[in-house]
């Protein structure tokens, strides 16, 4: 228990000295020592038994070369875990003739992907990345380690002692409970790490498969008590999976969600740019004093640096601040707040059909509207991110993968 406090201690001195010193060399030196270097995740991933490509597609040639990084920036359709073939057949078709709509994003829990322990099940991923991939469109996986529902987010067999329970419960702002894996929990960490690996030993040279996103990083409030420690060695973590990601999908992008808690994400942030992960937020609110303050400046931080993927949820829609009434912006607004203040790479829109906004048909009018800009990425910010050694884009992917159309 002493050795677990010390060994605890040293990483959160870590965590803490990335904070004060920024993302200089021996920093990133220090970090990759004291966390999962990319050469060990590197031969981990590489160990993985049993991976294939997906269906139909050969490894990309283009990708081999190490740094380089698929590179597709634009404007995404979200669709969420419990959507099937009939929304993304219709999102698909409603954005298959305008070529800066990248491509989808689809939320996948946990649980959905490994049904029990090393039983893992991609026929959704697949299913839906060769719908993208048949219309010259890309995927993105929007990986869910939380849920703002109950008995979703983990596979069964991490509901014991062992992964302490392997989900905490948390109170959200609906009134309702939801869920966030117990990542202070080493044998929880190993397990969803090796998730993490798996999934990158399968679509890493993948042409179409866009890349990774790691939901948010906020904590959430517990319903039973969590203890300071607990908390503390969740973020360690964190940024250890983080790692790990990076270098399991070493030609693909990773996008990690940041928003709170403010103790912690600059130390997140640092560590993203130190490793050439992707920044991101799960919310575009265009007048919310807590973002302005704790979030957005990150944006200034990392422009250029990495990518910067960010995510107009149905809250966005609704209100101009979290937690807002009912106040739509309206979405020219949310376009050019996410082109302009948030310097975005890629837009996250969700496919949200609900009425009586039904928000979703508003977005596709501004897509559809002659005013709205004509270039590759419909406006957003295409250079190649300074982290990456070389970018490689849609059509040259694809050419040296031979599944060029």
């Known amino acids: 228990m002493k050795a677990s406090l010390r060994r605890l201690s040293m990483d959160l001195a870590m965590v803490l000295a990335l904070v004060s010193g920024g993302c ?19 031969r981990e991933t590489a160990a993985v038994s049993g991976s294939k490509t997906a269906q139909n597609f050969q490894p990309s040639a283009a990708l081999a070369a190490p740094g380089n990084m698929k590179w597709n920036p634009g404007h995404y359709v979200v669709f969420q875990a419990d959507e099937g073939d009939h929304a993304v057949d219709s999102g698909l078709k409603e954005v298959e003739h305008l ?14 992907i490994e049904k029990d322990k090393d039983v893992y099940s991609f026929w ?32 069964a067999y991490l509901h014991t002692p062992y992964y302490d329970g392997g989900v905490f419960h948390i109170q959200t702002h609906k009134d309702s409970q939801g869920e966030v894996i117990t990542l202070w929990n080493e044998h929880t960490r190993h397990r969803v790490t090796k998730l993490i690996r798996t999934l990158a030993a399968r679509y890493n040279s993948h042409p179409y498969f866009e890349g990774l996103i790691l939901t948010e990083t906020a904590f959430g409030r517990p319903v039973e008590p969590v203890t300071a420690e607990q908390k503390t060695a969740y973020y ?53 004093d807590d973002h302005e303050k704790y979030v957005y400046p990150f944006n200034d931080q990392v422009r250029g640096q990495i990518p910067i993927g960010m995510q107009v949820e149905s809250d966005s829609y609704y209100s101009p601040y979290g937690g807002g009434p009912f106040d739509p912006p309206d979405v020219w607004d949310l376009y050019e707040f996410s082109r302009d203040r948030l310097y975005s790479n890629y837009v996250f829109w969700e496919r949200d059909l609900r009425p009586p906004l039904v928000a979703w048909k508003k977005v596709l009018k501004m897509f559809n509207s002659p005013e709205f800009p004509a270039t590759p990425t419909g406006g957003l910010e295409a250079a190649c991110p300074s982290r990456y050694t070389r970018c490689v884009g849609q059509d040259e992917a694809a050419r040296a993968s031979g599944t060029a159309r």
């Open 236 to 288: 360690v973590n964190f940024i250890r999976l983080d790692t790990a990601a990076r270098a399991a999908f070493a030609n693909t992008v990773v996008i990690q969600f940041v928003n709170f808690p403010k103790e912690f994400t600059p130390a997140i942030v640092s560590n993203l740019q130190a490793q050439g992960l992707g920044y991101g937020s799960p919310d575009v609110f265009m007048a919310d």
């Open 99 to 112: 070529p800066f709509v990248k491509g989808i994003v689809v939320r996948a829990y946990w649980q959905q």
């Open 124 to 155: 959704r991923i697949e299913r839906f990345l060769n719908k993208a991939a048949a219309r010259q469109k890309r995927f993105f996986l929007l990986l869910s380690l939380r849920s703002f529902r109950s008995d979703r987010v983990a596979p």
């Open 24 to 42: 200089g060399g021996g920093d990133s030196q220090a970090l990759r020592a004291s966390l999962d270097t990319a050469q060990t995740g590197a």
